[in-house]
């Protein structure tokens, strides 16, 4: 398969290392923002040897190249060129729903759908993994579901980007600031909005709500600075914020918590994760029988920067076959075999 990766961010980043040592799949293109990294080799902006394949900030360009798959791993949603990439006969995958309009309800993606005969994937929240694709997955082994808890740890203070880590987990802001800001809040909830749709289609449920139940933060007891990001958090501002997204049925009754916890400072407190090597991932089902699923990355985690990132490009690799074989149109993993991963030589 020719394959386009929108964007040279960590999970893109990632993808880009793994297609360019695949055995049945060829990197043909990479989209990017920034004009420093127009006409540079990919392989070079990802620190591996040179591939031959330039980056673009050209999307015309993109299209011209032959894909047959792109990968999205924008900061953003960009509807116009997704829907460019639809039409062009390029299916696409995105590991981060769709924001601000559902994938299944977006009218103007699902004509470009049509007009390319191709298929958009979510392939589930980030990483695809605890806010749905698990819990469904679990649910399928335990009857008379009652409710759902998802819970997910995540200790990201090797995380590269301090833009990322200040504006959209609030660390190193003050407690006033971070209570504030609402615009991290909104982009959180999009996104578990969406898992909590798909985890009710699959539990056929009528959704109703998704909110933000409780959002709680940890305060740093000394002042650190991050190595990875070089971002400050000073003694008493947020080294720690945890979420809890509650969604309801139509009649209004509580189905499903999604408790998301992201911390860059260990042992803030009660309740707060204390070592690296705690669990990062639990999925509670309350049902007959009752199912708790408590997952951790083993010690190969260590060979990447940032697992979580690993995670997420791994699955929209693996996602590419599935995806392309799929049925023009919105699909989900309620529509597409699990996909899974490719054995190499050790």
């Known amino acids: 398969m020719?394959?386009?990766?929108?964007y040279t961010g960590g999970v893109g980043s990632q993808v880009i290392r793994l297609l360019l040592q695949h055995p049945e799949h060829e990197l043909v293109g990479v989209l990017v923002h920034?004009?420093?990294?127009?006409?540079?080799?990919?392989?070079?902006?990802?620190?591996?040897?040179?591939?031959?394949?330039?980056a673009t900030k050209d999307v015309d360009?993109?299209?011209?190249?032959?894909?047959?798959?792109?990968?999205?791993?924008?900061?953003?949603?960009?509807?116009?060129?997704?829907?460019?990439?639809?039409?062009?006969?390029?299916?696409?995958?995105?590991?981060?729903?769709?924001?601000?309009?559902?994938?299944?309800?977006d009218r103007e993606l699902l004509k470009a759908c049509?007009?390319?005969?191709?298929?958009?994937?979510?392939?589930?929240?980030?990483?695809?993994?605890?806010?749905?694709?698990?819990?469904?997955?679990?649910?399928g082994y335990s009857g008379a579901v009652r409710h759902v808890r998802a819970t997910q740890r995540n200790h990201v203070a090797d995380y590269p980007s301090a833009f990322q880590?200040?504006?959209?987990?609030?660390?190193?802001?003050?407690?006033?600031?971070?209570?504030?800001?609402?615009?991290?809040?909104?982009?959180?909830?999009?996104?578990q909005a969406q898992s909590a749709q798909l985890v009710a289609a699959g539990l056929g449920v009528d959704v109703g709500e998704t909110v933000i139940s409780?959002?709680?933060?940890?305060?740093?007891?000394?002042?650190?600075?991050?190595?990875?990001?070089?971002?400050?958090?000073?003694e008493g501002t947020v080294a720690g914020v945890r979420w809890t997204f509650t969604t309801?049925?139509?009649?209004?009754?509580?189905?499903?918590?999604v408790v998301n916890e992201q911390t860059v400072v260990?042992?803030?407190?009660?309740?707060?994760?204390?070592?690296?090597?705690?669990?990062?991932?639990?999925?509670?089902?309350?049902?007959?029988?009752?199912?708790r699923c408590q997952l951790s990355l083993g010690p190969g985690a260590g060979s990447v920067a940032d697992p979580a990132t690993a995670l997420n490009a791994a699955r929209a690799v693996n996602f590419i076959s599935p995806l392309v074989a799929a049925r023009p149109g919105h699909v989900s993993v309620l529509d597409l075999p699990a996909p899974s991963g490719q054995l190499v030589d050790p």
């Open 61 to 105: 360009e993109l299209l011209a190249r032959g894909a047959d798959c792109a990968l999205w791993h924008g900061g953003v949603w960009d509807r116009e060129i997704v829907g460019a990439l639809l039409r062009a006969g390029i299916d696409v995958y995105t590991g981060m729903a769709g924001f601000e309009i559902p994938l299944d309800q």
């Open 2 to 6: 020719k394959i386009i990766v929108c």
């Open 248 to 257: 309801s049925t139509k009649d209004g009754r509580p189905f499903l918590d």
């Open 266 to 291: 260990l042992g803030l407190g009660d309740g707060w994760r204390r070592t690296r090597d705690e669990p990062s991932w639990t999925v509670e089902i309350d049902g007959d029988p009752t199912i």
């Open 214 to 234: 409780s959002k709680e933060f940890g305060v740093a007891p000394t002042r650190t600075v991050l190595a990875a990001s070089d971002l400050e958090v000073a």
């Open 34 to 54: 920034d004009e420093a990294k127009h006409g540079r080799d990919a392989g070079e902006l990802v620190g591996m040897a040179p591939c031959g394949v330039t």
């Open 114 to 139: 049509a007009a390319g005969s191709t298929s958009l994937a979510s392939g589930g929240n980030i990483p695809g993994l605890i806010s749905d694709v698990l819990p469904l997955f679990l649910s």
């Open 165 to 191: 880590l200040r504006e959209y987990l609030s660390m190193g802001q003050t407690l006033e600031d971070a209570a504030a800001s609402s615009a991290a809040d909104a982009i959180w909830l999009d996104a």
